[in-house]
């Protein structure tokens, strides 16, 4: 895995440093800039002294993909970016969509879709993928325990499909992750939402397993119910039957899910929260328009109002990261 390392120049301030993980189709060039040329969060998050690890996810990126070895590879074509990332407005796939006023782009017409040079640069930046979720978790769980053994304590923050990788890890190295931050985290437990229907994530937040107390032989011991929606505009969620087995490595854990107003993710990201908390797990949950910020979608770290995103997430670490 190929691992970026930035110090900041007047020094660390901060007591553990953030490991960043991108998401699906993504490299850790998410971070380090904005598709239009501004500074992205890292530049922010060294300023407030933080030391930081950017990674590439294995078989992605500059990590490379052996031919004869890793899995299978797939690929983003340039409508789902539009209809789910950058021109959510537009399709109208979900209720939340039409609230995307954030990504950044040349004029209202085009803003978001191919031939904007902002959406143009964008998906330039978008690679192939390893298309099993499993293959991808093994690997990812294996090297972010090696980069904790050393590197030592971390924080982790994820973003989108490496929200499963962030809980693998921490099951892995429970005393060297001090805090997760996970910016709206592949979910819902058990099953897919909004683009299709069906059951995946047998572990609840992850395809392989996770350490249950007591303990989960097979996901087939995790019994499950239904809880219906609270809203039209969410989905319904499943969770465990109780008495519900715990997260025995996750409890002592901090954990932020933060979700934006109008990415498809403010659709179900209630029910990640809801079955961490049922699961033991001390989780807190900001909703981006909850305090005043408004606009977003599930880029969040490239749009127009990033930094004062990347503040938000700054403030909670400062109050509960120790």
């Not at 994530?201 to 395809?207: H, K, S």
């Not at 770290?301 to 400062?318: F, G, S, V």
Request: glycine share 8%; with cysteine.
């Amino acid at each position: 895995m190929y691992v970026e390392h930035l110090i900041p120049a007047n020094g660390v301030e901060q007591p553990y440093p953030l490991i960043l993980i991108h998401g699906k189709g993504m490299t850790g060039t998410n971070w380090l800039n904005t598709p239009d040329g501004r500074p992205g969060w890292a530049s922010y998050f060294l300023e407030q002294g933080y030391e930081i690890y950017i990674v590439d996810q294995p078989a992605r990126g500059r990590s490379m993909w052996l031919p004869n070895f890793d899995a299978p590879l797939s690929a983003f074509p340039v409508e789902i970016i539009e209809e789910r990332f950058t021109a959510t407005a537009f399709y109208n796939l979900w209720p939340q969509a039409t609230l995307h006023t954030q990504w950044p782009g040349e004029n209202d017409t085009s803003k978001g879709r191919q031939g904007d040079s902002v959406f143009d640069a964008f998906y330039a930046s978008i690679t192939e993928f390893i298309a099993s979720e499993n293959d991808t978790q093994i690997k990812m769980q294996k090297a972010g325990a090696v980069l904790l053994d050393k590197i030592g304590a971390a924080v982790v923050l994820t973003h989108s499909q490496s929200g499963s990788c962030g809980w693998l890890i921490a099951d892995a190295r429970p005393d060297l992750v001090k805090g997760i931050v996970a910016i709206e985290p592949v979910g819902p437990p058990f099953r897919d939402s909004v683009f299709k229907h069906g059951s995946i994530r047998p572990w609840g937040l992850t395809d392989i397993p996770l350490t249950y107390n007591p303990a989960a032989n097979t996901s087939f011991d995790l019994l499950t119910v239904e809880v219906p929606a609270t809203s039209e505009n969410l989905t319904s969620c499943i969770v465990q039957r109780e008495p519900a087995r715990i997260l025995f490595n996750l409890i002592r854990i901090p954990v932020l899910i933060e979700t934006s107003e109008s990415s498809y993710h403010a659709v179900y990201d209630h029910c990640t929260v809801d079955f961490l908390r049922q699961a033991g797990v001390k989780v807190d949950f900001i909703r981006l328009e909850d305090i005043g910020i408004y606009g977003n979608g599930h880029m969040q770290m490239m749009e127009k109002n990033n930094l004062l995103i990347a503040e938000a997430l700054h403030q909670w670490m400062m109050r509960n990261i120790k």
